[in-house]
């Protein structure tokens, strides 16, 4: 497994919008299985996205043109850093006024989710973005075989992690759940913002960076 894979699942499972959105789901309504359906969606989220990049490269490379050229990988990479850099200005703009620094509106109604719900809900958070970037990224390393499903689900298994082990915790330990997600919801609701704007920044350069050095390798 690349370093960069590593960076990237790291990237990923470091989501204070999941988190969030975990802690609410527990704490408003006791139901932990709408958590666990939650980061269910979220690892298959993350798994098909990173999967398809690896197919479609995959049959670039067999064709002879992923052979020839490695540009379009670098061009990827740097796209998707551009795109987290706009995530990343807009929440730095929003975090220095005083209108948009509360939670998002939809998570008023995570607390009230069905399981087939908060699963749609892990589907469709914004870690895809870089789930295309970490396929882009198995690409690159030329695996073949086994190999590259084996570094698929490395990736989906470090990019689950903050996701899956703050609800395991908090399943078999329910007689804390009460007062661990009263900590965490304060946390959270204070600084989730910060948070943001610097994993978005931190990975935003580094996919520029990896996208150009490709780029002029190429």
């Not at 690349?2 to 204070?16: C, D, E, F, K, Y």
């Not at 709408?34 to 990049?53: E, N, P, Q, Y």
């Not at 075989?145 to 329910?174: D, F, H, N, Q």
Request: aromatic letters at 10%; hydrophobic letters at 55%.
């Amino acid at each position: 497994m690349s370093i960069n894979l590593l960076i990237l699942g790291i990237a990923t499972t470091i989501s204070p919008l999941f988190v969030i959105a975990a802690v609410l789901m527990m704490s408003e309504s006791e139901k932990v299985r709408t958590s666990w359906a939650a980061a269910f969606g979220w690892a298959v989220s993350i798994g098909v996205c990173c999967a398809a990049m690896v197919v479609l490269g995959g049959a670039l490379h067999d064709s002879g043109a992923g052979h020839r050229k490695h540009w379009w990988l670098g061009a990827i990479d740097l796209a998707i850093g551009l795109v987290v850099a706009y995530f990343a200005l807009r929440e730095f703009r929003r975090s220095r006024s005083n209108v948009d620094r509360d939670l998002p509106k939809w998570m008023d109604r995570v607390g009230t989710m069905s399981v087939i719900t908060a699963f749609g809900l892990g589907l469709f958070l914004p870690a895809n973005v870089l789930s295309y970037a970490a396929g882009s990224e198995i690409v690159q390393q030329h695996l073949h075989g086994a190999e590259k499903w084996v570094a698929v689900g490395l990736y989906v298994l470090i990019g689950s992690l903050l996701e899956v082990m703050p609800v395991l915790y908090l399943t078999v330990r329910p007689k804390s759940r009460e007062r661990l997600l009263g900590t965490w919801h304060r946390w959270l609701d204070s600084h989730w913002q910060q948070v943001l704007v610097g994993l978005f920044s931190a990975v935003s350069a580094f996919l520029i960076v990896k996208g150009i050095v490709a780029i002029l390798r190429a």
